[in-house]
């Protein structure tokens, strides 16, 4: 479990490219070694991975063929930087919401805008995700929590608004418009939506004519 707020960005050291498995290899601050151990869980632009070796300070991940298709870990080279956050411990303060690293999908960067002290990405997501999205909810983009606003549910596209301090902290600033961002909606409200929804299936099933 993660809170959706990230420790930092990082560059990726090493990719080792096998048939249905990378081998991310990425180099962490002592701050986000400690107490690290094998099979520990860290979250890497929002999934959760196993770390599988510790060298020093280079910190190696296997991402499976699952996790690099429906994320966007697949395209990650040598020197790309990605946001890192460790896995909430016990009586941690949550400043962002509860993010499980279970990536549900990407979301493809459309627009960029930068207001003064300000910067805006709009975001395409994939229609069957759109009833879990609401404004002034919650999403994690890259594992960072972030609040919607500007919600088109015709469109499926959304805003989100990043202060400087989120720009200088994550890889937001890196990103171009067409990019892949991998999303991950909030639990307590996809789980609201399905059972309203199957509630009212059930509902409407009794009422039908045998």
């Not at 296997?62 to 429906?70: F, V």
């Not at 919650?138 to 989100?160: E, H, M, W, Y």
Request: hydrophobic residues 40%; negative net charge; glycine residues 8%.
């Amino acid at each position: 479990m993660y809170t959706g707020i990230v420790a930092g960005a990082f560059p990726i050291a090493e990719v080792v490219e096998k048939p249905g498995l990378h081998t991310l290899v990425i180099r962490l601050p002592p701050e986000l070694l400690q107490d690290l151990v094998l099979g520990a869980s860290v979250g890497m632009d929002g999934v959760c991975l196993t770390v599988t070796r510790i060298d020093d300070a280079c910190v190696s991940f296997d991402a499976m063929q699952e996790t690099l298709q429906r994320t966007n870990l697949g395209k990650l080279r040598a020197g790309d930087r990605v946001n890192i956050e460790r896995s909430a411990k016990g009586q941690v303060e949550i400043g962002g919401h509860i993010v499980s690293g279970h990536v549900d999908a990407t979301a493809t960067l459309v627009a960029i805008e930068r207001p003064t002290n300000n910067y805006v990405m709009t975001l395409q997501i994939p229609p069957a995700y759109t009833p879990y999205v609401f404004n002034k909810g919650f999403i994690a983009l890259n594992g960072c929590s972030l609040t919607v606003s500007d919600l088109d549910p015709i469109s499926g596209q959304f805003k989100v608004w990043l202060i400087p301090e989120t720009l200088q902290r994550t890889t937001f600033a890196d990103k171009q418009v067409g990019d892949q961002i991998n999303m991950e909606v909030d639990r307590q409200t996809q789980v609201i939506v399905d059972t309203v929804r199957r509630f009212l299936r059930e509902q409407q099933d009794r009422l039908l004519p045998p």
